[in-house]
Each structure stands twice: as structure tokens, then as C-alpha cells.
Nanobody, 110 residues
Framework: QVQLVESGGGLVKAGGSLRLSCVASDHIINNLVGWYRQAPGKEREWVAVITGGGATNYEDSVKGRFTISRDNTKNTVFLQMDSLKPEDTAVYLC?????WGQGTQVTVSS
């Protein structure tokens, strides 16, 4: 069993920034880790992913605004979110293998 704990969410105005963290209870090295989000009344959607080798990929709506990174020494994956928009409002969750975190709420006001 791997525990994932997200943090860093909050309330921010449009155009602002937040940095989310996902801390794993197990080594993340060589593991693909993804960030997802789920807005009220909507299905969970993939946001960004980082491979064990550090390659990254992003959902189209966040490209150029969000940056995913990892610190293997701290078993932590980050999601830097800049130029936030109201439509980014959601619970953000991280996933590694079949394990999910509980999520952190991000609310962007207009």
C-alpha cells in the first residue's frame, strides 16, 4: 500500500499561481506519476504526467501554464500552476501506479 498526500491548494484570484505537492510513502523513483483534477459535476480528467526518466506531458488546456516536476530524494512530485483561470477550479489529485491521494482543493476566483 502506498499513501499519497497532496497539499498546496487554496483560493487564488485569476492570473495567480499555486504550487501543489504530492508526497509518497514509498520511493517514486522509476515510477510514472500523474496529476488529475475533478471539478464538481464533472468527470475526473488527467492534467499532467511525469515519467521515471523525467519526461513530461500535459493536457492541452494547461500547456504553457502548468509545470510538473519531481524530487526523487523527497519522494515528491510538484505541480506549479501559473496564470490560473476560474475553469481550473477543481480538486487536484495525484496518482502513482494504482494508488490515489485524497486530493487538494484549488479554487480560482474571477
Amino acid at each position: 500500500q502506498v499513501q499519497l498526500v497532496e497539499s498546496g491548494g487554496g483560493l487564488v484570484k485569476a492570473g495567480g499561481s499555486l504550487r501543489l505537492s504530492c508526497v509518497a510513502s514509498d520511493h517514486i523513483i522509476n515510477n510514472l506519476v500523474g496529476w488529475y483534477r475533478q471539478a464538481p459535476g464533472k468527470e475526473r480528467e488527467w492534467v499532467a504526467v511525469i515519467t521515471g526518466g523525467g519526461a513530461t506531458n500535459y493536457e492541452d488546456s494547461v500547456k504553457g501554464r502548468f509545470t510538473i516536476s519531481r524530487d526523487n530524494t523527497k519522494n515528491t512530485v510538484f505541480l506549479q500552476m501559473d496564470s490560473l483561470k476560474p475553469e481550473d477550479t477543481a480538486v487536484y489529485l495525484c496518482k502513482m501506479r494504482q494508488f490515489w491521494g485524497q486530493g487538494t482543493q484549488v479554487t480560482v476566483s474571477s
